[in-house]
C-alpha cells in the first residue's frame, strides 16, 4: 500500500480480555517495528522483524505481548490479559532497510484504552 | 546502550521567532541521527536526517547539524509558523541499539499567531 496501515485505529477493551492489533507495513517494505507510546511519553520498543530472520523481542515489557508477522507481511501485535498499564497508543512502523539508517514509516497508531 | 536526551517543553514562541530544539546522543560508533515530527492527532513522519559528522539535514525550513565532537544534533529554523505546532522526536540508530531507532522523549512545540 501506499503508507503504513494500522487497525484497528481505536480499540477499548475490558481488563483482562486479550486484543490483537494489526499493521500492514509499505509494500516492499523488509524491515517491521512496533512502539508504544504512552500518554504524554517517548517512544518505547517493543520488536523488530527484519525480513526471515528472528525477530528482536528485547523490548516486549511481559510475557502478556507477543507478536507475529506472516509471510514477511502483515504483523499482528497480542496483548493477553491486559491491564489499565497497557493503555497506549501503539504504533507500528516500516522501513526498506532493515538497520534503519533511511528512517521509518510510521502508521497513525492503534490508541489502545483499558478500562 | 545508546540513548538520546532532548530539550524538556513545553516550547512557547510566537511565530515568526527562531527555534531551537536542542538533542544530544550516546552511542557507539557512528549513528545515523534523525529528527521526527508528530502533528496533533496524527503518526510520526520523518522531518530531516543525518547519516555521517558534518552532514546536514533540511526540509521544510528547518536543520540539524550532526556535530560528532559535541554528540548533538540541534533543530533549528528561523522563523516558525503557527503550523508548525506539534511534538519533535530527535532519535538514532546504530551499532550500540542493534540498529533500531531509538527516541527521544519529545519536546512539545506550542506558536501563537
Known amino acids: 500500500g501506499a503508507g503504513v496501515s494500522q487497525s484497528p485505529s481505536n480499540k477499548v477493551t475490558e481488563k483482562g480480555k486479550d486484543v490483537e492489533l494489526r499493521c500492514d507495513p509499505i509494500s516492499g517494505h523488509t524491515a517491521l517495528y512496533w512502539y508504544r507510546q504512552s500518554l504524554g511519553q517517548g517512544l518505547e520498543f517493543l520488536i523488530y522483524f527484519q525480513g526471515n530472520s528472528a525477530p528482536d523481542k528485547s523490548g516486549l515489557p511481559s510475557d502478556r505481548f507477543s507478536a507475529e508477522r506472516t509471510g514477511g507481511s502483515v504483523s499482528t501485535l497480542t496483548i493477553q490479559r491486559t491491564q489499565q498499564e497497557d493503555s497506549a497508543v501503539y504504533l507500528c512502523?516500516?522501513?526498506?532497510?532493515?538497520?534503519?539508517?533511511?528512517?521509518?514509516?510510521f502508521g497513525s497508531g492503534t490508541r489502545l484504552t483499558v478500562v | 546502550g545508546d540513548s538520546v536526551t532532548q530539550m524538556e517543553g513545553p516550547v512557547t514562541l510566537s511565530e515568526e521567532a527562531f527555534l531551537t530544539i536542542n538533542c544530544t546522543y550516546t552511542?557507539?560508533?557512528?549513528?545515523?541521527l534523525f529528527w521526527y515530527v508528530q502533528y496533533p492527532g496524527e503518526g510520526l513522519q520523518l522531518l530531516l536526517k543525518a547519516t555521517k559528522a558534518d552532514d546536514k539535514g533540511s526540509n521544510k525550513g528547518f536543520e540539524a547539524t550532526y556535530r560528532k565532537e559535541t554528540t548533538s544534533f540541534h533543530l533549528e529554523k528561523g522563523s516558525v509558523q503557527v503550523s508548525d505546532s506539534a511534538v519533535y522526536f530527535c532519535a538514532l540508530s546504530g551499532r550500540g541499539g542493534g540498529f533500531k531507532t531509538i527516541f527521544g522523549a519529545g519536546t512539545r512545540l506550542f506558536v501563537k499567531a
Open positions: 512502523a516500516s522501513s526498506s532497510r532493515g538497520q534503519g539508517a533511511g528512517g521509518y514509516t
Open positions: 552511542a557507539t560508533g557512528y549513528p545515523s
